[in-house]
């Protein structure tokens, strides 16, 4: 391609499929996570590290302190050098002893030296580990920011009355705050998940071809001691407090499985609380952001369609699938190990991470601008209460009235059905409170109709459950991280 030809270069660029993942959605961060510069650079300075640990246990005369520089000097790849890796691995038909060929090609002085006494994995699965943690420490921040704004609505809603739904169903009252409390349990749950997962995360270390650690012991001339320290030293250079004890050739794939399912039980949170705003913002009764500018349909330019909702539940979907190729890959692990797993995990582990970070952006996205319409709850409500508030009215009337319970029962019953009739028959609105009003037998309720119908009295301990999860549940979990959202976690735009 001629580099000179800039429109060469841009119907290059276009010309080959690219992830959307990477291309439209993903955060910078993210995406430079799992790139090939952080992965080949890891893979340097897991070499350096190596190098490092196994010259201060005596190796000295072996590896120079010069041969550490030139390391040190060349950590992060220039650009040619993807291309001379990508041709030697071409002819050598292995993607690590072509980056062992390119790193000694750029610090000469430790050619001799690069990948000492390791085995593939030294440099895959570590690297590996180390993206899944900084992957981790992206989204865990992002998903306590979503917890803390959802718990923000919900103290602000804590008290106002909306119709409760069972089996999509009206049922009865609860509040809009505590609704948004059930959306943040399920993220709470995440969010122990996920930490869960990172506190577990350890690192492969130094273990050799079949994790006997057999090379390294007889490059220390069986010093069982030096060995085990060499383990310690790379983990800690690392940044990992540990490293698993036992391995085959591979750590064990259901580390990957572990935080591949906690990454998808978030995607199950996301998907069930985005469904819930696309069913309330088809009644009209909470809308999620929408830009001034912004257009729903090409075709119906009055709507207001819940994009980002809808794109949370698309995406969350292949999140949720992408936990069966870890338990898959786990299961099919033959002994010290085969490699039907790396093809699938070069695709399944960065792309459950970019797709968590993306629906997480979202989410934030979604939290921090949701609109309630009091007004259209109001209405609702006011449509199936008098259906609700029957009971209450037989009890006034047998209480206050002294009337008889069975007598007051058939009353409500034939009213009821005569304003249900209205309601489903005929198109109208739930004229069941006039037609109390208007009925002499119950006249000594009208008075009273007014309170007797007030929704706030329908909704139980809703709003003293909303302080009470916020003070016992919420601000708890979020404590850990109170520091990094004091100071504000970074939000992507949203491309819409």
């Known amino acids: 391609m001629d580099d000179s030809n800039p429109a060469a270069a841009v119907a290059a660029a276009h010309g080959k499929y690219a992830s959307p993942l990477t291309s439209r959605y993903a955060s910078p961060e993210m995406a430079h996570n799992f790139s090939d510069a952080k992965k080949f650079g890891t893979w340097r300075r897991l070499w350096l590290w190596l190098a490092t640990a196994e010259r201060s246990l005596g190796l000295d005369k072996e590896i120079s302190e010069a041969a550490l520089d030139d390391m040190r000097a060349h950590l992060d790849l220039a650009p040619a050098e993807y291309a001379l890796a990508a041709a030697e691995e071409r002819r050598r038909r292995h993607d690590v002893m072509a980056h062992v060929h390119a790193f ?33 420490d992206i989204v865990v921040p992002k998903l306590a920011a979503a917890i803390d704004r959802l718990s923000a609505f919900a ?19 609860t509040t809009v705050g505590k609704r948004a409390c059930l959306w943040v349990q ?5 969010l122990r998940n996920l930490s869960r997962a990172r506190a577990d995360l350890r690192f492969r270390g130094v273990k050799g071809t079949t994790g006997t650690q057999a090379s390294f012991l007889s490059l220390f001339a069986g010093d069982h001691g030096k060995v085990e320290r060499l383990d310690e030293l790379v983990t800690e250079m690392a940044g990992f407090p540990r490293a698993y004890a036992v391995t085959g050739q591979t750590y064990s794939r259901k580390v990957d499985l572990d935080v591949l399912a906690a990454l998808a039980s978030f995607g199950a949170s996301a998907h069930k609380m985005c469904s819930d705003i696309r069913i309330l913002a088809s009644l009209k009764e909470l809308e999620e952001p929408f830009e001034k500018d912004q257009i729903g349909s090409s075709a119906m330019a009055y709507k207001r369609n819940p994009m980002r909702s809808e794109r949370v539940c698309s995406l969350a979907r292949h999140l949720m699938t992408l936990v069966a190729n870890a338990q898959q890959t786990a299961a099919v692990q033959w002994l010290e190990r085969t490699l039907d797993d790396s093809a ?18 979202l989410l934030n996205n979604i939290v921090d601008g949701l609109v309630v319409y009091p007004r259209v709850i109001q209405r609702r409500i006011a449509q199936e209460l008098p259906f609700m508030a029957t009971e209450n009215f037989i009890m006034f009337m047998v209480k206050s009235a002294g009337a008889d319970r069975q007598q007051c029962h058939e ?62 549940e919420v601000t708890p979990a979020l404590e850990p991280y109170r520091h990094i959202l004091d100071a504000g976690v970074k939000q992507e735009e949203v491309n819409v």
Do not use: W
């Open 104 to 136: 000694g090609l750029a610090a000469p002085t430790a050619a001799a030296i690069v990948h000492l006494g390791a085995t593939s994995c030294y440099v895959t699965d570590n690297s590996e580990l180390i993206m899944m943690r900084d992957a981790l």
């Open 155 to 173: 103290r602000s809603y804590r008290d106002l009355p909306t119709l409760g739904f069972t089996h999509l169903q009206p049922a009865q009252l």
């Open 186 to 190: 399920d993220l709470l749950m995440d």
């Open 344 to 361: 699938n995990r070069r695709i399944s582990i960065p792309e459950a991470f970019l797709t968590a970070d993306i629906v997480l952006t």
């Open 411 to 472: 009353e409500i019953r034939v009213l009821s059905h005569q304003a249900a009739r209205v309601v489903k028959e005929e198109g109208g609105e739930n004229d069941l409170v006039e037609r109390i009003r208007t009925t002499p037998y119950f006249a000594p309720l009208v008075p009273h109709l007014d309170a007797l119908l007030d929704p706030t009295t329908f909704v139980g301990r809703a709003p003293e459950q909303v302080d009470s999860f916020l003070a016992k």
